[in-house]
């Protein structure tokens, strides 16, 4: 009885043990995710804004319109950049608008950098400077860096037309048959001089020269129209001052101002069989008004000068300066990297014996051998301009107080 007891309780023992095994397995208690750490996007680059603020239409085929193409050649330059900008800042156009206005706007927006693109906004600029010291100003054609008198936040930058206007005078002698070149001006200061005497320097080289004339025999007359472009009411009307500069016996028209009236007028007289040519101003494509009689066209490429500021700003590295940009001589039309240019027109480039002196004159000017500025040279009342052999310096060139001896026209 004991032995049938204990394995009756062996056999039970045996079940149970079977039966434990074959029940459900214990649900394992919940493991914690590992943590993964989400990546962690990437700041945003700030845009960087930029104003420009210029004196006429943006699309005048002349000085506005190359500061608004050097803007937009930044945009393509640098990602994240955009400008603001403000056209016909003058007293016809928005008399009632200041360029502290237009700043105050341009600031609210973001604007880190502004560029003043007329010497007219010179004090003005000066001003704005100091009601906004965090903000760089690039006042264009100015020189109060270079006098001293501008706010620690102001740059200067220009480039070196002279050597353009050089090239347009020297293209014009070239092409004259009467011996006569008209030159329509502007306001009279001491960059319009400058550069009006420039154009006189380069034709009487070409003429002599190239031609084998008597340099005293060529006439150049310069007449001012009172602004930059033309203001009804206020200025001389371009276009009635190109056809007077044509009537008087002149038959290159070379261009001072920043719109493209010397050209209009000088096609539309070739339109009419008279044998004449022009020299538009500023803007490359300032041929296009009639290219049959463009010779070429003196310009700026502002593009590389804003990049340039604008990187600077951009990366800590701006300082205050006064810039007189010369022409990259290597070529002279390369966009990236010259200030100034000169572009051949249709009616110098069906010319082979014209176009071919005006790349020896280029080439003089690239390697020194040719220098207009030496004296002897007197202003125009016979006063002394430069010494016989005296070598003009920048600031001698730059600040020129009268027209040169042998030019028609006031000097103020």
Partial sequence: ?????????????????????????????????????????????????????????????????AHYTAAEYVTEKLPNTRFVYLDKLNPADRPETTLEQAVDDMVSQGAQVIFTTSDDFKEDTDLAAEKYPDVVFVHISGDHVLTGDAPPNVDNYMGKMPYGKMIAGCTAALATETGTIGYVGPLINEETRRLASSVYLGARYCYENYRGKDPDDLRFIVTWIGFWFNIPGVTLDPTEVSNDLLNEGADVLISGIDTTEAIVVAGQRASQGERVFAIPYDYEGACSEAPDICLGVPYFNWGPGYLERIQAVMNGTWEQQFVWAEPDWNDINNHDTSPVGFVKGPALQGNEEWAAKVDEFIAGLADGSINLFVGPLNYQDGTPFLADGEVATDEQIWYMQQLLEGMEGPSE
């Fill in 1 to 65: 009885m004991t032995k049938r007891l204990w394995y009756v309780l062996g056999i039970l023992l045996v079940a149970a043990m079977v039966l434990s095994a074959c029940g459900p397995a214990k649900t394992p208690e919940p493991t914690e995710e590992p943590s993964v750490e989400e990546p962690t996007p990437e700041a945003e680059e700030e845009e960087f804004v930029f104003g420009v603020i210029l004196v006429g239409p943006y699309n005048d085929h002349g000085w506005s319109e």
